[in-house]
């Protein structure tokens, strides 16, 4: 393994100082960890913006077919997409305002690591964002 996430009191600090979490591969269906995770996180206040080209709408909010379609500011980029998905979508995530790319639990991609640590993103991979912000960020 090349690759290594932040420190915990980093990871900590971002979560708190980000505010708009547009997530790719967002499912409408409850059923789905994405979609569960991601309502958690906008029940906490975070501004859930869903990438996903199959659906209009997920959790009150409109979709967008792939990242480069968002126009408003992003803090955190989530992806619930799996790991051979990755390079591509952070090679999207380049073309964004975002710095911050977090790949969920069980996804991991060296490459895309690489690529987007050379261009200054902090990367979190194999992590579970609702997981991390209920350990961290608990009375804080």
């Not at 709408?57 to 409109?62: P, R």
């Not at 989530?78 to 305002?97: C, G, P, Y």
Request: net charge negative; hydrophobic share 45%; proline share 4%.
């Amino acid at each position: 393994m090349t690759w290594e996430n932040p420190s915990n009191e980093d990871i900590a600090t971002l979560l708190q100082n980000s505010k708009t979490i547009a997530v790719v591969g967002l499912s409408n269906n409850p059923e789905r960890t994405s979609y569960q995770i991601s309502k958690a996180m906008q029940s906490v206040g975070y501004k859930i913006i869903p990438v996903n080209p199959m659906v209009d709408e997920v959790l009150g909010e409109k979709a967008f077919a792939s990242l480069t379609d968002v126009e408003e500011p992003i803090d955190i980029i989530n992806v619930f997409r799996r790991s051979e998905f990755l390079l591509e979508i952070a090679n999207d995530a380049l073309q964004t305002n975002s710095k911050i790319f977090w790949a969920q639990q069980g996804v991991i991609n060296e490459a895309a690591h690489k690529l987007l640590k050379e261009n200054d993103f902090t990367v979190i991979m194999d992590v579970c964002i609702k997981v991390a912000h209920a350990i961290l960020t608990r009375n804080k």
